[in-house]
């Protein structure tokens, strides 16, 4: 059952990459997008991280993806991009680079790896004394990550400032009000 | 060997990681929409984040998982300001690709 859950999961993650790639249409992309996160939220399931795949379907698959749609939506560049190359040989050149790539990869994961070394947590993925997987993530989250964690929180603000500072209009003023000199429309 | 009876080990996540990072590194080299490049660099992501899973798997320890929500937070905050960008460069030249941005070369 288990393998069988993995194979459809991960034929339904491989197809929805493809989908994103290969689609024309951008509103197809996010939503082949949508198809890979929660089978690869399926996959976290499969590999006992609850917590990890239920954040996945909630930040990724519904936050993410809406704000790709809202902004694909917002600009209207859902019509069909025009797929001549201004480089005539990049198409082929990144399908071998991805090949390469692609073998250097399984070569890895093939292998054995040099990984003896135990973490500071010393929290197991299972076992006895440490609960469920929630309150082993919140943890080691919460005590070995401690300050990555608050580091995070500051990413999260910098990020906000930028995003609201780069998508205002040059010339807003914090009433609302837009100059008269430069509204950007005229420009190009 | 059946299907019932086939135990799926951790170098199978491994692998099939690696395959959605390559697609996704090939699509941000193909394709020419800003906005579908932003997506191929999210499964690139993704598929990282499966390889710390299996990995957490393998290994019998947790913080794998726990690296995961710290890949969550960075893509999040990497699509707020990507996505602002791409708003601010279309509100300037009315397209969103890639071959519009050569006005940045030096």
Redesign the interface.
Known sequence: ????L??VA?GA??AG??G??LARN?VH??LF?VL??VS?AV??L????E??AA??VI??AS??VV??LF??M??G?DRE?SME??IPY??P???G???I??AE??F???HEWA?GQ??T?G?????DGFGN?VE??A???FT??LW?FEI?AV??V???V???V??R?SGQRADGRIDDAET??V?? | MT??T???T??????????????????V?????V??M???V??ML?AV??SF?????A?????G??I???V??????????G??????I?????H??A?DLQALKG
């Open positions: 059952m288990t393998a069988f993995f194979f991960a993650a491989l990459a493809l994103v790639v951008p992309s996010a997008l890979t996160l690869v996959l976290f499969l590999r006992d991280a917590l990890v954040v996945q930040v990724y936050a993410i704000l790709f902004v694909i917002l600009l560049v991009e190359d201004r990049q198409r050149a990144a399908i680079l991805g090949v790539l692609l990869l399984v890895l994961a093939c990984t135990k973490t947590s929290v197991p993925l299972q076992g997987n082993r993530v943890r080691v989250l070995d990550f990555a995070t990413l999260l910098i990020a906000v930028g995003a609201v780069l998508a209009r950007d429309e420009t190009t | 299907l019932a086939f135990t799926v951790d170098t199978y996540y491994l692998v099939l990681a690696a395959m959605i990072f390559t697609i996704g590194a090939v699509g080299l193909t394709r020419r929409n906005i579908v932003f997506m191929c999210e499964l993704n984040n499966l899973v299996a990995f957490a798997h290994l019998n320890d947790i913080t998982q726990v995961v929500f710290f969550l937070v960075v893509a999040a905050a990497e699509v707020a300001v996505l602002a960008i791409i708003v601010a279309f509100r300037r030249r009315r969103a690709t071959d």
